[in-house]
C-alpha cells in the first residue's frame, strides 16, 4: 500500500480523498494557492505545500511546483482528482519520469481517449457503437463541408481535444455550418492549444448515461452500474441519479458489456468512465471516456456500497481487485445534487463572497461531499461547485423525498446558490415521472423562468 501521497487538487474533492487515505492510513499531503491558505483540505492533510498565486496557472496547474512539493515532502504517488491536471497527458508522464505514481491510467491511455477522433477510432474497431461522423483530419473548410453534406444535419462540430463542454457547436442547417465550423475552431485553440476538430451526427434529446469503471493491473475490468447524467445546462450536469430509470435489465447489461470491452481496448487502469449516448429507441452510442474520478462518483458509491476513492488507491498500489463482476448488486437508489455558488435568476453568474451561515442536512440516507464552513470565503478564480448532496432511499421516490427535505434544510448565508433551483427540478412532473433528456433544463426551466 502506498504509504504517502500529495493531493493535486482542492476543495470537496480533495477533502474527498483525504477521508479515503485516513481510513487506509495513508499520510497526505494538500498543495494550495495562496487563496486557499485557510481552505479546509489544508487543514485536513497531514501536510500542507503553497504551490504558487490564486490563478490556476500559477498553481493547481503549475507541474513543476507540484511535482517538486511531491519530491520534497517524500511522497509515492499523486491523486489528482477532477479538472485541472487529472486528465493530462503531459503531467502523469512526468509523474512517471520522476517515479511518482499517478493515481490514474497511464499517460498513454489518458492521451488516447483525450484526443475525440482517435478515440472513436479505437471504439470502432473494438465493436463499440459510436455516433455516425468522421473522425480522420479534417483538411480545409471545403472538405468539412463535404462531410457535412454526407453526415446529413443536424450535426455536432466538436474539438478533438475537448472535454467540459467546450468547443462544441450544434449546427441544423448548411447555413449555419461555417460560421460554427470556425467558431469551433477558434474555441478549441483557445481552450486546448489546437484546433483539431471532428464532425458527427447530432442525436436529438438524447440520454447522458455514463457507466464506472473499475480496472486493476491485473487485466481485471469490472462496472459498477450506470449513472443517469441527462440534467445539464450548458453541457454541465447539474443532477444525476443512480440507477437510471430509463433502462432496463437487458440494455443495462448490454451496455456494462459493451462499457467494460471499451475500457479492455485501451488496455486500461484505474478508476473511468465510459460516456454514452442513448437515444428513445434505446439504441446507445459511445461518445466519450473519462480518465479520472467523476464529480458523481458518490451516487454509484450508495448504490453498489464500494468506495471508488479507495479502490484506486488500492489499485494504484499494485494490489488485485478483489471485486467480481458478479459480486456487484445495485441496491436502492441515489441522487446528486452539485450544489453551486451562482444565481440561477441572473443567467447562472457565479457568487464569490463569504459565507456567513452554514447548516447541513443530515440524517439516515443523506450524505454531503463539501470543503465550505462559516466564515469560509468562496474564491472567485476556480469552479463555483461549493459542495454535493447526495440521498439514497429504498427506491427513487424515496430518494427524491430524502433529497427535497435535505434541501429544505440546507441553509447557506452570505452567498446565492442553486438550492432553490435543484428544488424546482425535483418538483417537475417531467422529472418525478423519469419524463427527461439533455435538453429538459433548457426547454421546460430555464426557457420558462425567463
Known amino acids: 500500500m502506498l504509504k504517502k501521497i500529495l493531493i493535486a487538487n482542492r476543495g470537496e474533492i480533495a477533502v474527498r480523498i483525504i477521508r479515503a487515505c485516513r481510513e487506509l492510513n495513508i499520510r497526505t499531503v494538500a498543495i494550495y494557492s495562496e487563496q486557499d491558505k485557510d481552505a479546509l483540505h489544508t487543514q485536513m492533510a497531514d501536510e500542507a505545500v503553497c504551490v504558487g498565486g490564486p490563478l490556476s496557472k500559477d498553481s493547481y496547474l503549475n507541474m513543476t511546483n507540484i511535482l517538486s512539493a511531491c519530491v520534497l515532502t517524500g511522497c509515492e504517488g499523486i491523486h489528482p482528482g477532477f ?12 509523474c512517471r519520469e520522476c517515479n511518482i505514481k499517478f493515481i490514474g491510467p497511464d499517460y498513454e491511455t489518458i492521451e488516447l481517449m483525450g484526443d475525440k477522433a482517435r478515440a472513436r477510432e479505437i471504439m470502432k474497431k473494438a465493436n463499440v457503437p459510436v455516433v455516425p461522423g468522421y473522425e480522420g483530419e479534417i483538411l480545409s473548410y471545403d472538405h468539412a463541408l463535404d462531410l457535412a453534406k454526407n453526415i446529413g444535419f443536424p450535426l455536432m462540430i466538436k474539438a478533438a481535444a475537448g472535454g467540459g463542454g467546450k468547443g462544441i457547436r450544434i449546427v441544423r442547417d448548411i447555413k449555419e455550418f461555417k460560421h460554427n465550423f470556425e467558431a469551433a475552431k477558434l474555441e478549441a485553440k483557445a481552450c486546448f492549444g489546437e484546433d483539431k476538430v471532428y464532425i458527427e451526427k447530432f442525436i436529438e434529446n438524447p440520454r447522458h448515461i455514463e457507466f464506472q469503471i473499475l480496472a486493476d493491473e491485473y487485466n481485471k475490468v469490472v462496472h459498477l452500474g450506470e449513472r443517469e447524467c ?6 454541465q450536469k447539474v443532477l444525476e441519479e443512480a440507477p437510471s430509470i430509463f433502462l432496463n435489465d437487458n440494455l443495462r447489461e448490454k451496455m456494462g458489456k459493451v462499457a467494460v470491452k471499451a475500457a ?3 488496455d486500461y487502469k484505474n478508476a473511468g468512465t465510459i460516456e454514452f449516448l442513448v437515444d428513445d429507441s434505446g439504441e446507445f452510442y459511445f461518445m466519450e471516456m473519462n480518465t479520472r474520478i467523476q464529480v458523481e462518483h458518490p451516487i454509484t458509491e450508495m448504490v453498489t456500497n464500494i468506495d471508488i476513492v479507495k479502490e484506486q488507491l488500492k489499485i494504484a498500489s499494485g494490489m488485485k481487485m478483489e471485486i467480481n463482476q458478479e459480486d456487484i448488486k445495485i441496491s436502492g437508489h441515489a441522487i446528486e445534487c452539485r450544489i453551486n455558488a ?3 435568476k441572473n443567467n447562472f453568474r457565479p457568487c464569490p463572497g463569504v459565507i456567513t451561515e452554514l447548516y447541513t442536512p443530515s440524517g439516515l440516507g443523506v450524505r454531503v461531499d463539501s470543503a465550505i464552513y462559516c466564515g469560509y470565503e468562496i474564491p472567485p478564480y476556480y469552479d463555483s461547485m461549493i459542495g454535493k448532496l447526495i440521498t439514497f432511499g429504498d427506491d427513487r421516490e424515496n430518494a427524491i423525498i430524502k433529497m427535497k427535505r435535505a ?10 446558490t442553486n438550492i432553490d433551483f435543484q428544488y424546482e427540478i425535483l418538483e417537475h412532473e417531467d422529472f418525478i415521472n423519469g419524463n427527461y433528456n439533455t435538453s429538459f433544463i433548457e426547454n421546460k426551466l430555464v426557457n420558462n423562468n425567463a
Open 407 to 416: 434541501l429544505d434544510e440546507f441553509a447557506i448565508g452570505g452567498v446565492t
Open 83 to 94: 479538472g485541472f491536471l487529472s486528465e493530462n497527458p503531459k503531467f502523469a508522464k512526468m
Open 230 to 235: 441527462s440534467m445539464q445546462r450548458n453541457n
Open 342 to 344: 451562482e444565481d440561477p
Open 264 to 266: 479492455e481496448a485501451v
